[in-house]
């Protein structure tokens, strides 16, 4: 397949601060360099963007020494945390700005949605201004006309559609703006995180568009979304920003996991000092070793599966003082809301262990048990009588959350099943 | 042997730094002209949505205005009308004027006034200036109407109004230099204004003031010697002047003049637009 977008040395610059009169002097140091045919001497100086950190100076790297292709068909995911350079890259890919250095190639017409309802008019009816955005995001006429009716009825406000839009509730305003954009034709769509709205049937049709254009129309698509679910449905690639550079492209599931790895800094590690850790206990015993098991090898960085894997994970500890038995509790919990969705709990040994002994366990969970997602993952090691754990890892502390990807040939995508019993009883009539 | 480049394929678009001066797409224009249309369509429709009279407001702001100079400047201060009944000589100088006026406020502010729209998709910004031209152009042509209406009036009950019929082709040319005059001046502030805002101040009384040195109120003919050449230097007089001088039959009427303005226009736009192609690359930067 052909290379549609090629990104080059990408790079571009803010000035951070107010402009003021100090920007005029900048400027006139910048003209006068170009003047005599000489660099910009400001483009040498900027830092990369940190915000976290103060920086020495005003002027920061947005994106830096930005390089990939993209080809024809492709869905690629951008992720990143916020000020990554996610926006701007999008930005400079729809034109909206230009870059400071670098430049990008593209084959085929872009059309890029970094928000919805753009250039909405509110004294205008919902008719007037789909005409309107669709020209905005470049249809013609005949084009929207063509495909009116399809946008009325994917909005779903058929009966607002000569009503100025600002008595629309918030919900339908996006619903209508959404509609219109989703039925752009280009060769290549770029979309913001713009798909986080409306109500929840509506979201689902949106997520199924994007599924549609990316998967069904065989469109290029890049897509900017802190939800990594969405990502990984869509997306066959990842790429990773961090702090305006370009960290890595990998196939969306690797790449998501390396993500997680990189927003949670911190990674299990025996060696580290127990005190260290929030929630690690010096108890009478701790982990030493834990990952998920795959190809008889403990892996400890990588915690992605795919929904029709069986997940295993494999322990190991250590006791410190004589313990009177072990026990393993492990718990899934949501991302978001960090409630606990399922627990459980197994007696290792009732026995007493010496000091010093290394206990290895592995746990398997059967493929299809979990729904396709991501949790946080809970293990602890105790006593068996006791709540008081020896030691404690904790997916926001010390691990990444687990993350199981669903795969389209699953007949359980993203739904899980329990193993249930039942019996029948007899009815006498 | 050379291997041949694999570099030389074809792109559509290449996303550069900065934009040659000359980088000027016309076809790019050409093809957004639907989104031309419907924006024109857009402000002429929602000005004066939820208004009672609606666009008959465009009638009454002209007649109020020309009223009220033919009061202040005729009545009271008594400046000279070159023999024409007061009210069709401000009128005729209000309706170009106030075309010339519109389009130039409405496009310095292209940038400010539209940074959501261009922070968020791109299309030819030049649309929205030239979207402006023509929908102040529909405004324009409503108040030619009235301005027609009681200088038909006139012509049939009164023998001050003398037109210069043979010269009546050349409306067209003087609407269309008010427009370029505007457009060029407009998106030159406009470009000018993304990162410093000093101009935005100017603006607001600078069109005021120009508007008493264009012939609006005073005739060129109560000036002379080198205020007269000042005020002739200002390329809107002639302009005024010439279409007071077709419909009315007195005014000052000079070709060479007008030609003058003619280039002026035209190294106007040419400047200003190339200013404003360099600006649209990165002024979402700095708005």
Not at chain 1, 130 to 150: H, P, Y
Not at chain 1, 252 to 271: C, E, H, P, W
Not at chain 2, 106 to 112: E, L, M, P, Q
Not at chain 2, 190 to 213: A, E, N, P, W
Request: charged fraction near 20%; include cysteine; aromatic fraction near 12%.
């Amino acid at each position: 397949m052909s290379t549609v977008i090629k990104v080059e040395n990408l790079g571009k610059q803010y000035r951070l601060g107010q402009v003021g009169t100090g920007t005029i002097t900048n400027d006139f140091n910048r003209w006068y360099h170009k003047v005599r045919g000489k660099e910009d001497p400001y483009l040498k100086i900027g830092e990369t963007n940190d915000r976290t950190i103060k920086g020495n100076s005003d002027l920061v790297w947005a994106l830096k020494d930005i390089n990939f292709e993209v080809k024809q068909g492709e869905a690629i995911g951008i992720i990143g945390r916020n000020g990554a350079g996610k926006s701007t890259l999008l930005k400079i890919l729809s034109r909206v700005t230009g870059p400071s250095v670098g430049d990008i190639k593209v084959k085929g017409r872009i059309a890029a949605l970094l928000e919805v309802g753009t250039g909405f008019h509110p004294e205008l009816t919902g008719r007037e201004n789909i005409f309107l955005n669709g020209a905005i995001l470049g249809m013609t006429k005949q084009e929207i006309k063509r495909k009116f009716d399809e946008i009325v009825d994917f909005s779903g406000v058929e009966r607002y559609i000569d009503t100025p839009v600002k008595r629309y509730s918030s919900g339908m305003y996006v619903r209508l703006a959404f509609a219109v954009a989703a039925h752009l034709e280009s060769e290549i769509l770029i979309v913001d995180e713009v798909l986080a709205v409306g109500d929840a049937e509506f979201q689902k049709k949106c997520l199924g568009k994007m599924g549609d254009v990316s998967k069904g129309e065989g469109r290029t698509v890049l897509f900017v979304s802190h939800n990594l679910q969405a990502i990984s449905a869509f997306c066959q690639k990842g790429i990773i920003l961090d702090s305006g550079k370009l960290h890595s492209i990998n196939e969306v599931g690797v790449s998501i996991q390396t993500y997680m790895d990189l927003m949670k800094d911190f990674r299990f590690n025996a060696n580290t000092s127990k005190k260290d850790r929030v929630n690690r206990t010096s108890g009478n015993a701790s982990f030493q070793k834990l990952g998920c098991f795959k190809d008889g090898l403990i892996n400890e960085s990588n915690w992605t599966y795919k929904a029709d894997e069986d997940i295993h994970f494999a322990f190991s500890c250590i006791t410190n003082e004589v313990c009177e038995g072990l026990t393993f509790y492990m718990a899934f919990l949501d991302t978001l809301t960090e409630k606990v969705i399922t627990n459980v709990k197994t007696n290792i040994t009732t026995n007493q262990i010496k000091t010093g002994t290394i206990v290895e366990f592995k746990i398997c969970i059967p493929k299809g048990n979990l729904r396709a997602g991501q949790y946080d993952l809970y293990f602890a090691i105790g006593n068996t009588n006791t709540t008081l754990f020896y030691d404690v890892i904790d997916s926001n502390i010390n691990i990444p959350s687990l993350l199981i990807i669903p795969t389209s040939d699953d007949p359980h995508q993203n739904i899980g099943y329990f193993n249930t019993t039942y019996s029948v009883y007899e009815k006498n009539v | 042997m050379r291997i041949p480049e694999p570099e030389n394929e074809h792109w559509d678009l290449i996303i550069k730094p900065k934009n040659k001066w000359y980088q000027l797409d016309l076809g790019a224009l050409w093809a957004y002209r639907d989104l031309l249309l419907l924006l024109v369509r857009r402000d002429f429709v929602s000005v004066y949505k939820q208004t009672i009279l609606g666009p008959l407001w465009f009638f009454i702001q002209p007649i109020i205005t020309s009223l009220t100079f033919t009061f202040i400047f005729g009545s009271i201060a008594k400046i000279s009308t070159d023999g024409i009944p007061g009210i069709l000589f401000y009128m005729a100088g209000i309706t170009l004027w106030t075309y010339f006026a519109d389009c130039l406020n409405k496009t310095s502010n292209t940038f400010i006034a539209n940074a959501g729209v261009f922070g968020k998709v791109y299309f030819p910004r030049l649309i929205i200036p030239l979207s402006v031209l023509v929908s102040n152009l529909i405004k324009l042509g409503i108040q030619l109407l009235i301005f027609i209406c009681i200088w038909i009036y006139f012509l049939i009950y009164s023998n001050q109004v003398t037109p210069h019929w043979q010269l009546m082709w050349m409306l067209p040319v003087l609407i269309f230099m008010m427009a370029g005059l505007g457009f060029g001046f407009g998106i030159l502030i406009s470009s000018l204004t993304t990162k410093y805002r000093d101009l935005t101040f100017l603006i607001g009384f600078g069109v005021q003031l120009l508007m008493y040195g264009s012939s609006v109120v005073i005739p060129v003919s109560s000036m002379n010697g080198n205020v007269k050449f000042l005020m002739l230097l200002n390329p809107l007089t002639s302009i005024i002047e010439a279409f007071k001088y077709i419909f009315l039959g007195s005014g000052f009427f000079d070709v060479y003049w007008l030609i003058y303005g003619f280039g002026f226009m035209l190294i106007l736009i040419f400047f200003s637009v190339i200013i404003f192609n360099k600006v649209e690359k990165s002024f979402m930067d700095t708005v």
